[in-house]
């Protein structure tokens, strides 16, 4: 007869994995947390200890580390040595694996209450007859194993009591919102449009609107640098007095934002606007967790993706790679109930029967836009100088579709704006931000 170890299910390997992933990168608590990973599935109680204190700092909103989790550890009585958590980061080779750790600890949980009461049950097992004892097991391991997993599984539908429950998101153009009654919660946006054509200046510029209307925003860039994305976005948040004539030294002039209002801008865009650090590596992985990361701490509701070919996957081939990033962001914008606009690029001279853009002219996998709830293209107008055209030609929000939405373009503001509204002398208020103690510093300064 084989001997069945069941020393097995307190293994703590997985535990400390999954500890030291943590302490390696703060960010990885959110998958954690995701896949339901509770502090009573781990069996080491100085783990179990340590995911509680991380789970502590994470919902204070503090940064998870060696010092900081030591700190509240003793805090709680718990003496703890520094070196025996660096060990633990050492011993850590990778924070990737995250999930299927996290899985181990809850299969050895759920094995553990099953030894548990298999134990209960053949202590009284002289009393039952073997009919009861079969019933009474099967419906253990099935509690067990279910119990935690379903209830997230199966949902109680309802309907919204109150539509203004439902996350809208003002794009601050009015033509656009009118179209598709803003962007929702839990909707993938596709923006295409050839190289040029201003999809990046538009960006830019919806998230200055958005931030504007109280929603904070996360921006990756996988063409430029945060340094430029921030020159950008600084030259098109300011107010037309702060921003001073610079001669190129070629006969021409550009222009730049003045110290006291870079200073001013930094301040208003202090807490609404996060961006991927350029130091990370831009594979799929990385953006879906920092989405999940700046959603759960930061209260981030829209996510501008530039672009959908700088980012890399496990997939070799370029369509599936693409099919995968749309499905993913699909997924979480569904899950976290976010609205996300991804960016893409149109097939070279492909143009619908009229000359304007159809939803299939975008380059790549036809996915994108079964996947995508709108797809709205972006296209100079050659024959009237800086003039633009939005198109919406796909909507799922409303059903609407529109081929000539008209735009004109300052090239000092950096700004689009429509012809019958204030947009290009809009004042998104970063100077009334300012307090006195500051305006203060910015003189010391000068």
Same mark, same amino acid.
């Given at each position: 007869?084989?001997?069945?170890?069941?020393?097995?299910?307190?293994?703590?390997?997985?535990?400390?994995?999954?500890?030291? +992933?943590?302490?390696?990168?703060?960010?990885?608590?959110?998958?954690?947390?995701?896949?339901?990973?509770?502090?009573?599935?781990?069996?080491?109680?100085? =783990?179990?200890?340590?995911?509680?204190?991380?789970?502590?700092?994470?919902?204070?909103?503090?940064?998870?580390?060696?010092?900081?989790?030591?700190?509240?550890?003793?805090?709680?009585?718990?003496?703890?040595?520094?070196?025996?958590?660096?060990?633990?980061?050492?011993?850590?080779?990778?924070?990737?694996?995250?999930?299927?750790?996290?899985?181990?600890?809850?299969?050895?949980?759920? #094995?553990?209450?099953?030894?548990?009461?298999?134990?209960?049950?053949?202590?009284?097992?002289?009393?039952?007859?073997?009919?009861?004892?079969?019933?009474?097991?099967?419906?253990?391991?099935?509690?067990?194993?279910?119990?935690?997993?379903?209830?997230?599984?199966?949902?109680?539908?309802?309907?919204?009591?109150?539509?203004?429950?439902?996350?809208?998101?003002?794009?601050?153009?009015?033509?656009?919102?009118?179209?598709?009654?803003?962007?929702?919660?839990?909707?993938?946006?596709?923006?295409?449009?050839?190289?040029?054509?201003?999809?990046?200046?538009?960006?830019?510029?919806?998230?200055?609107?958005?931030?504007?209307?109280?929603?904070?925003?996360?921006?990756?860039?996988?063409?430029?640098?945060? #340094?430029?994305?921030?020159?950008?976005? $600084?030259?098109?948040?300011?107010?037309?007095? &702060?921003?001073?004539?610079?001669?190129?030294?070629?006969?021409?002039?550009?222009?730049?934002?003045?110290?006291?209002?870079?200073?001013?801008?930094?301040?208003?865009?202090?807490?609404?606007?996060?961006?991927?650090?350029?130091?990370?590596?831009? &594979?799929?992985?990385?953006i879906i967790n920092s989405i999940e990361y700046?959603?759960?701490?930061?209260?981030?509701?829209?996510?501008?993706?530039?672009?959908?070919?700088?980012?890399?996957?496990?997939?070799?081939?370029?369509? &599936?790679?693409?099919?995968?990033?749309?499905?993913?962001?699909?997924?979480?914008?569904?899950?976290?109930?976010?609205?996300?606009?991804?960016?893409?690029?149109?097939?070279?001279? #492909?143009? $619908?029967?009229?000359?304007?853009?159809?939803? =299939?002219?975008?380059?790549?996998?036809?996915?994108?836009?079964?996947?995508? &709830?709108?797809?709205?293209?972006?296209?100079?107008?050659?024959?009237?100088?800086?003039?633009?055209?939005?198109?919406?030609?796909?909507?799922?929000?409303?059903?609407?579709?529109?081929?000539?939405?008209p735009i004109k373009f300052d090239s000092k503001?950096?700004?689009?704006?429509?012809?019958?509204?204030?947009?290009?002398?809009?004042?998104?208020? =970063?100077?009334?931000?300012?307090?006195?103690?500051?305006?203060?510093?910015?003189? +010391?300064?000068?």
């Amino acid at each position: 007869m084989e001997i069945i170890d069941v020393t097995d299910i307190y293994n703590t390997e997985a535990e400390q994995s999954v500890i030291g +992933a943590i302490l390696m990168e703060s960010s990885s608590i959110v998958k954690t947390i995701r896949s339901g990973l509770k502090a009573e599935h781990f069996y080491e109680e100085y =783990y179990r200890e340590i995911y509680k204190v991380m789970l502590k700092l994470y919902n204070e909103k503090k940064e998870i580390d060696i010092l900081a989790v030591k700190t509240e550890l003793e805090k709680g009585g718990i003496e703890v040595d520094t070196s025996f958590l660096t060990d633990i980061v050492t011993n850590t080779i990778t924070t990737k694996n995250l999930d299927y750790y996290a899985d181990i600890i809850k299969d050895f949980s759920t #094995k553990r209450n099953i030894e548990e009461i298999t134990r209960s049950l053949l202590v009284n097992m002289k009393n039952k007859s073997l009919d009861e004892m079969k019933r009474e097991f099967e419906l253990a391991v099935a509690y067990c194993s279910c119990k935690s997993d379903m209830k997230n599984i199966i949902k109680n539908l309802k309907i919204a009591e109150n539509r203004e429950k439902i996350l809208k998101i003002s794009t601050g153009f009015k033509e656009l919102d009118k179209r598709l009654d803003r962007l929702h919660g839990g909707t993938l946006t596709v923006l295409a449009g050839d190289s040029g054509s201003g999809k990046s200046t538009l960006i830019s510029q919806l998230l200055a609107n958005i931030m504007f209307s109280g929603t904070s925003c996360f921006i990756y860039s996988g063409e430029l640098t945060n #340094k430029h994305v921030g020159e950008w976005m $600084g030259r098109m948040i300011a107010n037309d007095s &702060d921003l001073k004539e610079v001669p190129t030294g070629y006969g021409s002039i550009n222009y730049t934002v003045s110290k006291e209002a870079k200073y001013k801008i930094n301040n208003w865009l202090e807490g609404k606007l996060y961006i991927l650090s350029d130091e990370i590596k831009s &594979d799929l992985d990385t953006i879906i967790n920092s989405i999940e990361y700046s959603y759960e701490r930061y209260g981030v509701k829209f996510f501008a993706i530039d672009n959908l070919m700088t980012i890399t996957t496990n997939k070799s081939d370029k369509f &599936d790679r693409q099919e995968q990033i749309v499905f993913r962001l699909k997924e979480v914008a569904k899950r976290l109930g976010v609205a996300i606009l991804l960016v893409a690029h149109h097939k070279k001279g #492909k143009q $619908g029967t009229d000359g304007t853009p159809s939803m =299939y002219d975008i380059s790549g996998a036809s996915e994108i836009t079964n996947y995508a &709830d709108h797809i709205i293209t972006i296209r100079r107008d050659l024959s009237i100088e800086n003039r633009s055209v939005i198109s919406i030609t796909k909507n799922r929000t409303t059903g609407v579709l529109e081929k000539t939405i008209p735009i004109k373009f300052d090239s000092k503001r950096k700004r689009f704006f429509e012809y019958f509204d204030n947009e290009l002398d809009f004042d998104y208020g =970063y100077d009334k931000d300012i307090c006195k103690e500051n305006q203060i510093k910015i003189k +010391a300064d000068k």
